[in-house]
């Protein structure tokens, strides 16, 4: 897909991994919606930050959690630029607990943002892909996702969740050359990880993460950016996390 002229609309775009991929799909061309919860000057600043690359970028105030919200941010993007040809659901947090730590509303809510909100920004933006006959859908699972994760589990379950969704869907939505596709990072030096104690972050790097370095918002971006173009890619999950997910103990 050449993104020159195309709209991308950014859920979580504001910050981290978000933010990255909302300037990085800029670079390539796309105007830029960016929908997020937190409308403040980091918002502000990626606004722009797009803008000064000569793109078109759009805030839209949204809480995935709540199913109207996720819509509305698709029909907005769809009225100020003219179209969403793609999506890339970014938006979501931790969920810290095991199963008798996690509260019952935690529990819900994080299905909500990292589940629930897929299947309401697709069925609004699909069928703007089919006008086209051209769309790219990126999910965001996590390596808690493919591995059992203590202290997680409501985290881990959901980003579980998202692969075979994604393969699903882009099964479902090959033959209208909408492709959906899903990335899986590991520990990257963004928000989520700012309660880890500097012990925590030297047993990470010196002993879970092969490449002995934590990844950066930008190493995730570039990675959605090229699913976002190559025009083979279907159904597939890839994973950004240094080699962490690779190791057996």
């Not at 769309?135 to 493919?146: E, H, N």
Request: proline fraction near 4%; charge should be neutral.
């Amino acid at each position: 897909m050449d993104l020159n002229g195309k709209a991308a609309l950014v859920t979580g775009g504001a910050r981290g991994i978000g933010a990255a991929t909302a300037l990085e799909l800029a670079r390539q061309g796309a105007d830029i919606a960016i929908c997020d919860c937190h409308m403040d000057e980091k918002a502000l600043a990626v606004k722009a930050e797009v803008e000064a690359l000569g793109r078109r970028c759009l805030l839209v105030p949204a809480d995935m959690s709540k199913p109207e919200h996720a819509t509305r941010c698709v029909q907005e993007t769809a009225s100020g630029l003219g179209g969403v040809d793609v999506l890339v659901h970014c938006a979501g947090g931790g969920v810290p607990g095991g199963l008798l730590q996690v509260t019952p509303e935690a529990w819900y809510e994080a299905f909500a943002v990292h589940v629930h909100a897929i299947f309401h920004l697709c069925r609004a933006a699909v069928p703007l892909m089919r006008r086209k006959r051209e769309g790219a859908i990126i999910l965001i699972s996590s390596v808690a996702g493919m591995r059992g994760c203590l202290g997680a589990m409501a985290y881990g379950v959901v980003k579980g969740a998202v692969i075979p969704f994604t393969r699903t869907l882009a099964r479902e939505l090959a033959d209208e050359n909408i492709r959906v596709n899903c990335v899986s990072p590991g520990i990257i030096r963004t928000q989520f990880q700012d309660h880890l104690t500097p012990e925590q972050v030297k047993n990470n790097i010196e002993n879970r993460i092969p490449l002995h370095r934590e990844g950066q918002p930008a190493d995730v971006a570039r990675v959605i950016a090229l699913l976002v173009t190559n025009e083979f890619i279907t159904g597939e999950s890839i994973t950004v996390d240094g080699g962490m997910a690779m190791r057996i103990a």
